[in-house]
């Protein structure tokens, strides 16, 4: 549309049509002596029609005008002259003239169709491609952008869709905010348009002053947005091409709306989800809470109505499994709150340059008691960079999984843990000769509250999944599996996109002894 | 009980966790004086002159951070805070400001025990003066006038730097300290935040010293916090 051309020729094309008439008349004069007068008459006509045709009415009126006067002057006795003997010549210049004005209007018609023809095949192109971009957006926001794009290829300088929330206010999505400049004025006009679902701005009666084009976005009589052209081509609110104009419109406003409805239904369903996993998790706690803590309160009341009837070993025995279930209790409320932040997306890692090994060092010191008479063989070869993790939150993945790994394996197998530092990634392995994990359930594991079907007992199943939202958290991976000669195996991956800062060598000499 | 022991001052507004540390310490022989609030913790701690003061960072009438600030513009008292696990934010902050260590809730009594025992030994030793020259940890003998150190034994050649971190652990054996106190004492206080450094060469430290560097036992980290030396 921004190429249509309007219905006038230019001087080239008159300059041409004169050329034409004058060819014309040149090949007429060369060939006088063979030339019958019928014959000139229609080396004319060819001219007027080429010119008809090929440069519009302007030039092919010129040619007819031209051709008469040349055809009198040279042609038509008393000859050099524009004065006529007979009657009959007058009746062969109006006829020449005539026919010049009927084919001129016959090819502008020709013409005018073709063009819309072309404008028609563009339109059509444009809808497409713009339909065709539309179909997998995956938010409102990116749809209003992608729509704003291909409405300034089409209609004019640069254009934004601005989006209507419930509230019925409405705003540039974030992606677009730098790439449109909109004046308050602009804004001003198309918050008009949004409260009346009526276009406004340049090109129509209302604001007609305005640089912008305002178009309502609208499904039924549902608002939806504005789209804003900015400094539109001349001619785009004009009547023959608003038909376009609103069928682009519809197309953007049915786009949008397929985004919110989907966007709507993914947060019913979340919404659903969340509240029975809030259930599911309340009824896990209350009974992993319930039992440590009927163990203590039996194993408390014994002791204090004791009445000198409990030997010292039972005593011993009592005492003893008050401090483990206490410990038990501990160990599941900090595995509850860690689930609960990370669920509620308060984890956000606080980072920091440390050397693997003493995270997984002092994950190894904290389990101290719990790892007694293990055997756990770490590789970590000389030279892994230093890595960008939370160290608190990373000594917590290796935790879990080293409390895991005795859990679920007989008390002598042996645990081994090594890592491999390629360019762009870390990765370590954590590996363990117990029964493994059941085949199909390698991802189920990572899900809240699965204990294992041969779980010895204790503690919500919390530990994988806490494991899996800080490795997310940090923009790494953790995954499960089974390793050749049995055993279970945790892959983590942890990206190394940035690089480790550097830490000058000191320079040796004066060592301390 | 020949003696009376030293005088310990409980700032805790819970009543069970009092009782249980009135139990703990009175059977070892200290004597308690208790506040509930940080307002009374203070007034306690100018009237009775303690020896020691455990104190919860959360308390009703504000934290124990700024109790910790306004007792260290006057006196050197050893402090040790209570706080709840996977707020060390808090305990950093309340160890720079002037706090000596802290307990994790929640806590055993022989952990309890330890970390008042280290606390008040270390000031007795830096109200005495300069310490012993030669200090042994486990397999670790560190010759503080020879500068000079010795695994089960064997001599390790250690670079300045290395040889200060080290000493500076082993001169507060026992005792937590922070990154950024570590980082100003061994690099300077333009170098506060470049925690890298002090995890490089914390593990440069480990590969000499420690049998298993990836399990240490003499250097250990205190995630999030700082590290500290192994008590002897």
Known sequence: MKQQQPETASWPAYGQALALVVGSSGIALLGRTAFHLPDVVMLYLLAILIASFRFGRGPSITAAALSVATYDFFFVPPFYTLSVEHARHVMTFAMMFGLGLVVSNLAARLRQEKQQAKVREEHTAALYALSRELVGVPDAGEAAVIAAQHAAAVFGESAAV????????????????????????????AQWVNENSRPAGAGTEIFPGASVACIPLTVGLAPLGVLVLIRPAPGVMASEHRDFLEVFARQVAFAIERVRLAEEAKA????????????????????????????????????????????????????????????????????????????????????????????????????????????????????LPLIPVDPVLFEQVFVNLLENAVKYTPAA????????????????????????????????????????????????????????????????????????????????????????????????GEAAA | MSEPGPVVLIVEDEPQLRRFLRTALGVQGYRLVEAETAHEGLIAATTHNPELILLDIGLPDGNGIDLTRRIREWSRVPIIVISARGKEDDKVTALDAGADDYLTKPFGVNELLARIRVALRHAQSSAAGPGEPVLEIGPLR??????????????????????????????????????????????GPGSVNETHYLRVFMAQLRRKIEPDPARPRLLLTEPGVGYRMRES
């Open chain 1, 162 to 189: 601005l989006l209507r929330d419930r509230a019925g206010k409405l705003s540039l999505p974030a992606a677009a905010a730098s790439a449109v400049p909109l004046t308050p004025t602009d804004l001003g006009a």
């Open chain 1, 268 to 383: 019913a369903t979340l919404r659903a989800s969340s509240e029975s996993m809030r259930s599911s998790l309340l009824s896990a706690i209350s009974h992993d809470l319930r039992s440590p803590l009927a163990a203590i309160t039996g194993a408390g009341t014994a002791l204090r109505d004791d009445l000198g009837r409990l030997g010292g070993e039972q005593r011993a025995e009592l005492v003893d499994t008050i401090c483990t279930e206490a410990e038990r209790m501990e160990r599941l409320i900090a595995n509850v709150l860690d689930m609960v932040r990370i669920e509620s997306g308060g984890m956000a890692p606080r980072r920091d340059w440390v050397p693997l090994e003493e995270v997984l060092g002092s994950a190894l010191l904290r389990l101290d008691a719990t790892l007694q008479g293990r055997e756990v063989a770490t590789d970590l070869p000389e030279g």
């Open chain 1, 413 to 508: 197998s042996p645990i081994e843990i090594s890592a491999r530092a390629s360019g762009t990634e870390l990765e370590i392995r954590l590996a363990d000769r117990g029964p493994g994990i059941p085949v199909g359930e390698e991802e189920r594991i990572f899900e809240k509250f699965d204990r294992g079907e041969h779980a010895g007992g204790g503690g919500v199943g919390l530990g994988l999944p806490i494991c899996r939202g800080i490795m997310q958290a940090h923009g790494g991976t953790i995954v499960a599996g089974n390793r050749p000669g049995g055993g279970a195996e945790f892959r983590i991956r942890l990206p190394l996109t940035e690089t480790p800062p550097t830490v000058a060598a000191e320079p040796t």
């Open chain 2, 142 to 187: 560190l010759d503080l006038t020879r500068r000079e150190v010795l695994v089960s034994g064997t001599q390790i050649h250690l670079t300045p730097l290395e040889y200060r971190l080290l000493a500076l652990l082993a001169q507060n054996a026992g005792k937590v300290l922070t990154h950024r106190q570590i980082l100003k004492e061994v690099w």
